[in-house]
């Protein structure tokens, strides 16, 4: 299993911004709000780091969904949002399996916009159940 990959890419425009607040209830103000967040030192709306987050786990779906096991996540350690992720971006998750027990495991999963800027990093841990 080491060495097993994924990714997931995806827009992040103000339609998708909206709706994920909407559902979560984050109704931060540099999320939803045009006028509080132009006037930010961002200049411009952000996407929760929760919608990032979102993303990344697409991508360990994407390595792990074609296993013939449940791959539950168990959390994540050392998550860290490197750089904004402003409306209109299109961001990359890139997810690596890099240790795995057996029965547990850690993947490397970092996060980079369409300039190759990296807006985030994780370690994934997640468990191996038997169908």
Do not use: K, W
């Not at 911004?17 to 961002?42: K, N, Q």
């Not at 074609?66 to 350690?77: I, N």
């Amino acid at each position: 299993m080491i060495g097993l990959d994924g990714s997931s890419e995806r827009l992040i425009d103000a339609a998708l911004v909206d709706a994920f607040c909407a559902l979560t209830g984050d109704d931060d103000p540099l999320h939803v709000d045009e006028a509080f967040a132009r006037a930010s030192a961002y200049g411009a709306r952000i996407a929760p780091g929760s919608l990032v987050i979102a993303v990344m786990m697409a991508a360990a779906v994407d390595a792990t969904g074609r296993l013939d096991v449940a791959v539950p996540s168990v959390g994540f350690d050392r998550v860290r949002h490197t750089a904004p992720v402003l409306l209109g971006d299109t961001i990359r998750a890139e997810y690596r399996v890099t240790e795995f027990d057996g029965r547990r495991g850690h993947a490397a999963i970092t996060v980079t916009n369409q300039r190759d800027e990296t807006v985030a990093v994780a370690d994934h841990v997640f468990a191996v159940v038997p169908a």
